[in-house]
Antibody
């Protein structure tokens, strides 16, 4: 059974930093591109960042570029999101998602999601 | 403001058919980008509902179907059931921004 378990969410002050983790199991973690998607309270889904299966390529939404860093450790089946210079608008539930590509740039869909971890940004 | 536009809410009685639209532009749906759909039940994580415009993962009933035309796509739910009450999101890729994009979401209420 495919499982994704996020951790690391907590209360952080504006300007602070936080590292999220996502542990994958039940599938060949190193074979899949992985994503972070967030959902602010009462709002919709927002793409945050993506990383290729071998970690060579990373992508970021403009709203987080320069502040967040995505990485992965395939030996530990774990995805990370290092978050810095946090702002109020970064407050959200952060989901990690396994992505399957249809072979065309940007054709990814998210076939498995974790339960999410809550990041609260407040002084 | 989402790149993909969905109606905030739709509703229908049990057994009825409802549709949820997802309107994009020439840089995403109109450019031929794939459209995928997700269901998010209250208090839970999103779940893949339909991918590649028409494929349903195992366990998703055939009551859920999609169509696509020009810069828009639509999700249709027939034989509405109480358990379908959820938020629904479309997702695609925008070549102008080189970003994966979601619709703003549509809340389905089963009357």
């Amino acid at each position: 059974e495919v499982q994704l378990v996020e951790s690391g969410g907590s209360l952080v002050q504006p300007g602070g930093s936080l590292r999220l983790s996502c542990a994958g199991s039940g599938f060949s973690f190193s074979s899949y591109d992985m994503f972070w998607v967030r959902q602010a309270p009462g709002k919709g889904l927002e793409y945050v960042s993506a990383i290729s299966s071998n970690g060579d390529y990373t992508y970021y939404a403009s709203s987080v570029k320069g502040r967040f860093t995505i990485s992965r450790d395939n030996s530990k089946n774990t995805l990370y999101l290092q978050m810095g210079s946090l702002r109020g608008e970064d407050m959200a539930v952060y989901y990690c998602a396994r992505a399957t590509s249809l072979g065309v740039t940007g054709s990814h869909y998210f076939d498995y999601w974790g339960l999410g971890t809550l990041v609260t940004v407040s002084s | 403001q989402s790149v993909l536009t969905q109606p905030p809410s739709v509703s229908g009685a049990p057994g009825q058919r409802v549709t949820i639209s997802c309107t994009g532009s020439s840089s995403n749906i109109g450019a031929g980008s794939y459209v995928h759909w997700y269901q998010q039940l209250p208090g839970t994580a999103p779940k893949l509902l339909i991918y590649d415009s028409s494929n349903r993962p195992s366990g998703v009933p055939a009551r859920f179907s999609v169509s696509k035309s020009g810069t828009s796509a639509s999700l249709a739910i027939s034989g509405l059931q109480a358990e379908d009450e959820a938020d629904y999101y479309c997702q695609s890729f925008d070549g102008r921004y080189s970003d994966w994009v979601f619709g703003g979401g549509t809340k389905l209420t089963v009357l």
